[in-house]
């Protein structure tokens, strides 16, 4: 079965900082995989999605992921944190597209 | 884009009660949809998926006949709770997976359920 661990449930960095979120999977076959936000009592939203395309994906907002198989990494980055970031973000594996497996999550606090 | 609303977004009612959920995708048809529950600060654990016009598939301990989920329509999917405790109480999210295999799933904005 697929899953994914998400390293560090909370993540603190200054505003304009870099930001690096880390996810690391297992999959007995090639996964799908995720980044999702979500805002306090409110639903997921979807950052970026690997899907066996291109290793370096970009998504919204400036966030990117890169797929390293090596490594078994799908890590999420954007250059420059934004006070609007902070929020709680989800990796989560699919195997063709079937059900999810989240991670636990990371909370992202940007300070000023 | 794909659209899925979640219905209601919020319930608050007596220990006891059964609550239906619904779970529609408005622009797409979506053969599979999925149920999950989200605890306070935590991640979401799946806990079925809702197939259309075939019984669902239920994560192991989650309780078919306490999570009623019937999926009548390529369109809307239920999940309903029945004699909701206070332990009931969570944040049910649902998604529904567009029949293109390779387009990712939609989300719902969720349903924050209460049981006093």
């Known amino acids: 079965a697929q899953s994914v661990t998400q390293l560090g449930s909370h993540v603190s960095v200054s505003e304009g900082a870099l930001v690096l979120l880390r996810c690391n999977y297992s999959?007995?076959?090639?996964?799908?995989l995720f980044w999702y936000v979500q805002y306090p009592n409110q639903g997921l939203q979807l950052l970026l999605k690997y899907t066996s395309a291109a290793t370096l994906v970009k998504g919204i907002n400036g966030f990117e992921a890169e797929f390293k198989k090596s490594e078994t990494s799908f890590h999420l980055t954007k250059p420059s944190a934004h006070m609007s970031d902070a929020a709680e973000y989800f990796c989560?594996?699919?195997?063709?597209?079937?059900?999810?497996?989240f991670g636990a999550g990371t909370r992202l606090t940007v300070k000023p | 884009g794909a659209v899925v609303s979640q219905h209601p977004s919020w319930v608050i009612c007596k220990s006891g009660t059964s609550v239906k959920i619904e779970c529609r995708s408005l622009d797409f048809q979506a053969t599979t949809m999925f149920w999950y529950r989200q605890f306070p600060k935590q991640s979401l654990m799946l806990m079925a998926t809702?197939?259309?016009?075939?019984?669902?598939?239920?994560e192991q301990g989650v309780e078919k006949d306490k999570f009623l989920i019937n999926h009548a329509s390529l369109t809307l999917s239920t999940l309903t709770v029945t004699s909701a405790h206070p332990e009931d109480s969570s944040f049910y999210i649902c998604s529904a997976r567009p029949e293109i295999s390779n387009q990712p799933q939609h989300f719902g904005d969720g349903t924050r359920l209460s049981i006093l």
């Open positions: 989560a594996v699919s195997v063709r597209n079937n059900d999810m497996r």
């Open positions: 999959s007995s076959v090639p996964p799908y």
């Open positions: 809702s197939n259309e016009g075939s019984k669902a598939t239920y």
